[in-house]
């Protein structure tokens, strides 16, 4: 039902989305080095790949971003030093991520990799079976890569609830965006070693950047907590667990 809605709005929210897609705020990437380390003690390795999320858009460096949350709430859960890399682009989908981003990642094995993918596939109107045939092939790289590695999937953000998206705009979005969600948990749970972790919160204001799009640094932490935790425990972290 959620694919008979959004292909039958298409060409009637497209003048709405191209407008969006003209107007909306360029936020800059997160700044400083890509790579970094945190904690004392036995050294391990993560690495973030992906769109946005993984470049720290709404961040003002990747420390604060998820890929230095990350790591942080890595390095107090295991009492060790983390290693971090971020190899993420802005408006990469999952395709762009797999042919420009995936050779860049180290020859080292890898402890834990963050992924996150999904967002520009549904605002690029790519089709469900491309996400998943693209998702499925870059797991499958980077369990190739480090077969003893963890590897946590960013979920699919509440599309709906995005203050940057004008109505009917935002609740046919979020929809696709369910049906994307459900498809990126399906291909996770194929894997014994991926853990798909949600992005469950409150679509308030206060919880993204000043684009209305991107996550604040508040919300970084959170999902960087949740995710370090979903990492360590093998299951989903809800990000209301990780408030305190």
Known sequence: MRNVVFWGSLPFLAPQALYVRRTAPRFAAASGPSKGAVGEGPGKRLVAIGDSIVAG????????????????????????????????????????????????????????????????????????????????ALLRALASHSPNAMIGVAGIPPLHGFPLLPQPLRTVAGLRGQSFELAGLSIASGFPQVVHVPVDFEPEPSKFAGDGYHPSPESYRLFGDAMARSLLAGQPVSMLETRS
Do not use: M
């Open 57 to 136: 858009v709404g961040a003002e460096t990747l420390d604060d971003a998820l890929v230095g949350c990350t790591a942080r709430a890595l390095a107090r859960e295991l009492d060790c030093r983390v290693h971090w890399e971020a190899i993420g682009a802005a408006g990469y989908n999952s395709r762009k991520v797999i042919d420009h981003l995936l050779p860049q990642v180290p020859a080292a094995t890898v402890d834990y990799f963050v992924v996150s993918v999904g967002v520009n596939d549904i605002t690029g109107v790519k089709t469900i079976s491309t996400w998943r045939k693209n998702l499925d």
